[in-house]
């Protein structure tokens, strides 16, 4: 039986919001939720809250109906959430799903006033602002496994892996400036940023990954990442074979799935845009050392890289001194040989 079979409904179908505010990676996981809600409930209206700045990676998406954006910023402005309080207790939803389990997202739950609240176990306090807490279930292993886990016990129905949609319009807009750069399908993508030091790859190893898999007649390569990270794009970029782009900080993030959609191959850290070629269905080789690696669950074929070193995975707590050994150790040669396998080309 799922729990939404034993969940009071207001109208002919539930309305359901969705709490997962950041990051992009956890938003792009989190979107698992979403299929099976939608076959359970195919009229029900189904929105989603999110940080602005991590939003637009669900823009156009069909399966939503209704995607609200809030600053960070408006998190700490009282004024600001009376005037969100009333936005979402005007929709009257009929079930509010936090899967972040912060306190923060806990308190957006109950703002919004939904008959019924329902959210993660964790250690964060605000317990008693839920109705239902489920555990973090699901196989560590599996792609989005929490995430998965929550589908199904609401729905009743296996969930797949995270899943993104490109609108046609988008699709569009991106072949458009791929003519425009002269980028034909078939490119290589570099997604060596994100929020941490200690999940970074060392960045002279890009463009010794990239010669190597040129040799092996793969290429041209595009890096990907942020506008903060074009500093170090742009160093990366300098020593890659001839033909690379670097579009770090270029790159709308609605379309961040259309660009990565006709890439042949992606390589990336444990990043948000890594998770994205695995919400595209793209061949994806992941490189993981401070943090607990997934291995399996995804619709296209997948490697990940990770040695599990005694002191792995440290999170946010290194004890490696800043040598980041669980990286270092992952060579380009060894970066590259994966990749040739993965490829099939081995």
Known sequence: MALTDSLPVRGPQPRILIV??????????????????????PQAHIAWL?????????????????LLRIPKESLKSPAALLALRRELTEQAYDWVLDC???????????????????????KEPGKALMHHLLPKGGEPADISSEYRYMAEQLTGIPAGPPRLVVTAEGSGRIAEAMAALGLAPGFVALCPFTTRPQKHWREEYWPQLARQLASQGLGPFVIFGGPADRPAAERIHAQL????????????????????????????????????????????LALFGSTCPYTRGADSPLAVMYDGLPC???????????????????????????????????
């Open 20 to 41: 997962r505010l950041s990051a992009l990676g956890d938003i792009v996981f989190a979107t698992s939720l979403l299929d099976g809600l939608r076959s359970r409930y």
């Open 50 to 66: 999110a940080q602005s700045g991590f939003a637009g990676v669900l823009e156009g998406d069909p399966r939503i109906d209704q």
């Open 100 to 122: 972040q389990g912060l306190l923060k997202s806990r308190m957006l739950a109950r703002l919004a006033g939904g008959a019924t609240r329902i959210g993660f176990t964790s």
């Open 241 to 284: 074979p001839p033909g690379s782009l670097n579009l770090a900080g270029e790159t709308r993030l609605p379309d961040l799935g259309g660009w990565l959609s006709p890439a042949r191959l992606v390589i990336g850290v444990d990043t948000g845009l890594t998770h994205i070629g695995i919400a595209m269905r793209r061949p994806t």
């Open 312 to 346: 792995a995975p440290c999170r946010r707590h290194p004890t490696c001194g800043g040598d980041w050994t669980c990286m270092k150790q992952l060579t380009p040669a060894r970066v590259a040989a994966q990749a040739v396998t993965l490829l099939g080309l081995a």
